[in-house]
């Protein structure tokens, strides 16, 4: 029979244990070994729970406090030396402070610059490397968590990031080339798969993702120079594990690799298949990720089962394993916890422990059993119902989109002529200050929302609390001087799920939260049907806080792009046709907001970069419809209604000519941690409209000093004119406190007027 399998399951907890133990324990309430506790114990239950669900053998080590490539970088001592001293006070604390930044003890570091992890929602921690970085095995974690495991009884396979994919992956801070250090990570890697070995594992899976991308010649030399040192080390069978698409032209090279199994995603690309067949050596074993490890909805067992026939017949059982697509990390833990959601549309879906079930009934099939073959027939039957459900399809929207124009992308004048009729209509001071939109979520708001939503708290009681909360907000940004003003956000749970909310087509559920980074999670909301806007979402909110104040007040919007990445998204439409439905709701917000007076609209599009496919061929076809999707939103508003974007962790270099075809009036985006770097490519390019870069990091609890934010300022009028540039923090403060919001704020304001001052002395 096919062994079942997986490369990865959701580190969080079912009720987000992880990080409420995390955040004690940064908060000092809870030791470093009441935390270890809390993980040991997450991970006993994970690996019962697939057990339970059926599967063969678990994975170990692909647990982490905060993200899986920080790990790999101190497990190796890839330690930027400013932080070496933390960690001989404790490894968690250097640990922690590589995540997040550290400002105590005589020490202020910034955190590691993180970045999108490919094209998901996750974000790693980049590792800092150098020309003649050494490295050396500095850790046990991968033998530790592999013993537990098997002392608990399970057959375990321990996972760890390639060492390509690693290099690949990280930043060299001198430009020297990254895979030029192979040769000193490789001992390191040869001296854990012994320790491994000599712990008792049969097989280690190696994750070299980037084996996925396009790769030059010296990426493509590395794979083959690693993996001939790591095949003659003695130690574990490898199986080397890609995901997120096709190996493509990069197929033969893994293929080749002396390793004794490959994983592909037949999800993304179920194309692959007989070419990978065709390529595997008569000993390699096949992992077919067959379930999607990144969305919610079961599988579709008339094309599973197809393809796993197919493999049957080839390799046989013995080299057939199957497994999810990539790990389950993506996806929540269990569908059972959600109770309140409609049987009849959690008949469709399927969590991490679903998919694990769903794997071993596929094994059961492919092994001759009647009732798992029945089984997986109900289920097709099931789906295929569900797609002619009331609510999938509305023919309005459906209309709608058919009728679509290219006027309807268009803004009324070029940005020149806006731009001119905005500073007079905004008379707006240089270097103008703002926020990204949201100020902290206070334990009181939260508390206040769960109340109302359980029925506690009375909707006026409600509605009176959130009025006070942004008169407060409002009242502290005109305090310290900001010139243009935000209402807070403080009646959003998310910048997605409080807009899906109030569109028919999402549902939600109350425990599928899923990890972003570190403690930081999110709840995605899902995607079932077509996208109708029956009401306007924001407008009562920001009409209010405008009425408060004589200051100009952003509309805040999350994008379209962002509302597709951030969700669920159905998967009987092409995600470009929903994205579109997604933007025409939208716009019918944003000509709201302006007929109700307001004078900047913020249309956030964080996810632009993150959807980008992994292959360049792909690019231009996904960049067309995406930002096509932006100007539907903002298209069509008068020249003095000045539109806003925010973009973070973008990387924005090969994307540039898209993001200035969005032809928003300002973009905001994070530089902080790159110390201004990303406005490289604003430069070489010569973007002509306003940009915002962060002047400081709102991902960390530290408060950057008034001249740290004055240099960055000025190394952006280095590149940037005085006309261009705005003041604000590099992404919204929903998660911060309001002592660190406030002193930052204020640092913030009192740079650009120290600048102000300084160019009107100049002038």
Not at 159 to 177: E, I, N, R, T, Y
Not at 465 to 471: G, H, N, P, V
Request: hydrophobic share 45%; with cysteine; aromatic share 8%.
């Amino acid at each position: 029979m096919s062994q079942v399998t997986y490369s990865g399951f959701p580190r969080i907890g079912l009720k987000r244990e992880l990080k409420r133990a995390l955040e004690s324990h940064w908060r000092g309430e809870i030791t470093a070994d009441a935390l270890q506790d809390t993980a040991r114990e997450l991970r006993q239950r994970h690996w019962q729970l697939a057990s339970s669900a059926g599967v063969d053998v678990v994975p170990c080590n692909d647990f982490s406090l905060y993200d899986h490539v920080l790990d790999t970088a101190v497990l190796f001592d890839a330690i930027p030396d400013r932080y070496r001293p933390v960690f001989e006070s404790g490894h968690l604390d250097g640990y922690f402070a590589m995540a997040r930044g550290h400002k105590r003890n005589g020490h202020d570091l910034h955190a590691l610059e993180m970045t999108k992890w490919f094209d998901t929602n996750y974000h790693y921690l980049v590792p800092e490397l150098q020309a003649g970085q050494q490295f050396r095995l500095a850790g046990d974690k991968p033998v530790a968590e592999f013993l537990q495991a098997r002392a608990l009884g399970h057959q375990a396979r321990p996972v760890l990031l390639g060492p390509v994919s690693f290099l690949l992956l990280a930043k060299a801070v001198d430009g020297s080339d990254r895979l030029a250090l192979l040769d000193a990570l490789l001992p390191a890697y040869v001296e854990l798969l012994g320790k491994l070995t000599a712990a008792g594992a049969t097989w280690v899976q190696l994750d070299e993702p980037c084996l996925v991308l396009d790769l030059d010649d010296e990426a493509r030399a590395a794979y083959r120079r690693a993996y001939a040192a790591l095949a003659t080390a003695g130690g574990p069978k490898i199986l080397l594990a890609s995901y997120f698409g096709a190996l493509g032209d990069n197929l033969q090279l893994a293929a080749s690799l002396p390793v004794d199994g490959l994983h592909v995603d037949l999800v993304r690309a179920p194309g692959q298949l007989d070419t990978v067949l065709d390529a595997l050596s008569p000993t390699q074993v096949l992992s077919a990720g067959v379930i999607d490890g990144r969305n919610i909805w079961r599988s579709r067992p008339d094309k599973v089962l197809a393809l796993l026939r197919k493999a049957q017949s080839r390799i046989g059982d013995e080299r057939l394993w199957l497994a999810p697509s990539c790990s389950l990390q993506h996806v929540p833990i269990d569908l059972e916890a959600e109770t309140a959601l409609d049987p009849a549309r959690c008949a469709s879906m399927a969590f991490a422990r679903q998919k694990l079930e769903e794997l071993r009934t596929y094994a059961d099939a492919l092994a001759g059993q009647a009732e798992a073959t029945a089984a997986l027939a109900a289920q097709q039957a099931l789906l295929d119902a569900q797609a002619q459900s009331a609510g999938v399809v509305d023919a309005g929207v459906r209309a709608r989109l058919r009728t679509l124009s290219p006027q309807i992308a268009l803004r009324r004048s070029a940005y020149a002529t806006r731009h001119a009729a905005q500073a007079e209509t905004l008379n707006l001071p240089p270097l103008p200050t703002t926020t990204i939109g949201s100020f902290p979520q206070t334990d009181d708001l939260r508390k206040a929302r769960a109340a109302h939503r359980g029925g506690k708290l009375s909707d006026v009681a409600y509605d009176d609390l959130l009025k006070s909360e942004i008169a407060r907000v409002v009242r502290f940004q005109e305090a310290i001087g900001l010139d243009v003003l935000v209402h807070g956000e403080p009646e959003r749970n998310d910048m997605v799920e409080y807009f899906g909310e109030q569109m028919d087509g999402y549902l939600f559920t109350k425990l599928g939260w899923v990890q972003s980074y570190g403690s930081r999670c999110v709840k995605p909301p899902v995607i079932w049907g077509d996208i109708v806007r029956p009401a306007p979402m924001t407008v009562a909110w920001s009409s209010y806080a405008q009425s408060l104040t004589s200051k100009p007040m952003k509309g805040m919007l999350t994008g379209p792009v962002t509302m597709l990445q951030w969700s669920f998204v159905r998967d009987d439409l092409p995600r470009e046709t929903v994205c579109r439905q997604i933007a025409l709701a939208l716009r019918d917000e944003v000509h709201d907001l302006e007929a109700a007076g307001i004078q900047l609209i913020q249309i956030d599009e964080p996810a632009l970069r993150e959807g980008l496919p992994l292959r360049r061929a792909e690019w231009p076809h996904y960049l067309a419809w995406a930002v096509e999707c932006f100007r539907i939103t903002a298209g069509g508003v008068r020249d003095t209604t000045q539109i806003h974007t925010h973009m973070c962790y973008s990387e924005f270099n090969d994307i540039i000519e898209a993001v200035a075809a969005m032809d928003a009036d300002v973009i905001s985006i994070e530089t902080s941690r790159s110390r201004m770097e990303l406005l490289d490519a604003f430069v070489r390019f010569r973007y002509p409209n306003g940009i915002g870069p962060g002047v400081y990091d709102i991902h960390s609890p530290r408060v950057p000093d008034p001249a740290e934010m004055l240099e960055l300022l000025r190394k952006a009028l280095d590149v940037l004119s005085v006309e261009q540039l705005w003041v604000n923090p590099d992404c919204g403060l929903k998660t911060r406190g309001w002592p660190e919001v406030e002193a930052a704020l204020r640092g913030m304001v009192g740079c650009a007027r120290q600048l102000r001052g300084e160019l009107a002395e100049k002038a």
